[in-house]
Structure formats: structure tokens, C-alpha cells
């Protein structure tokens, strides 16, 4: 039979190494615990959260309605003022005269197709 080589290490290292792994898992413990005190913790709220929305549900909230209507209130005027704006930009769309008519444009176009093409020629490549 063979016998495996055994790394031989003295009682000194041996010693150390264990000290060292015993902090290491005392360390992780610590992180451990404090990582769940942290999840316990937000449990802890939002269960709180939950019973208080459970509790309140079915009850009416007198200064909720009163929040709501005043912001329709506000909503209302913006709508209206809005309203007010776009009429005026309308009348004021109608009544002025389109600067670039459909005239220029043609003179425009038709001038352009009278110019020599001022591109380059590539030659083809075979």
C-alpha cells in the first residue's frame, strides 16, 4: 500500500489557523444576527402598515374629500385657462396670412431644377 504525504505544519499553525476560522465564523455571525434584526425590524413595519390600512379601510376620510375637491378645483381652472390660450393661438392662426404660399415654393422647386448638378462623378469600379 501507498501512504499519502501528510503536509506537515507545526502545532504552533495549526493553532493560529483555528483561531483565525473561529473569528471568521464569530464575524459572519455578528453580520448574520444584524442582517436579521434588520429584515425582523422591517417586518415589524410593514405589518404595522398593514394593520393600520386594514383598520382604516372602511372608514371615510373627511379631509381626504376635501383635498380631492380642491385639487379639482385647480385642475378646472388649469383646463380652462388652457382653453383660453388655444382659442386665442387659433383665431390668431386664422386670421394671418402664410408667408411661404404654395407659389414660392414652385418658383423655388422649378429654380432648383434649372441648376447644373454641382456633384461629383465617381467612376465605376469593376
Do not use: F
Request: with cysteine; glycine share 4%.
Amino acid at each position: 500500500m501507498y501512504r499519502v504525504p501528510h503536509l506537515t505544519t507545526s502545532w504552533a499553525e495549526r493553532d493560529l489557523q483555528r483561531a483565525w476560522e473561529k473569528s471568521y465564523q464569530e464575524h459572519r455571525k455578528k453580520m448574520e444576527e444584524e442582517r436579521l434584526s434588520v429584515i425582523d425590524r422591517d417586518n415589524c413595519l410593514l405589518l404595522q402598515r398593514v394593520a393600520s390600512a386594514m383598520k382604516t379601510r372602511r372608514q371615510t376620510d373627511g379631509q381626504n374629500d376635501l383635498t380631492q375637491s380642491l385639487n379639482r378645483k385647480t385642475r378646472e381652472q388649469a383646463l380652462m385657462n388652457a382653453q383660453k390660450q388655444n382659442k386665442v393661438i387659433r383665431e390668431r392662426n386664422r386670421s394671418t396670412e402664410p408667408w411661404n404660399g404654395a407659389e414660392r415654393w414652385r418658383e423655388g422647386s422649378a429654380a432648383m431644377a434649372r441648376r447644373p448638378c454641382k456633384g461629383r462623378h465617381l467612376e465605376k469600379r469593376s
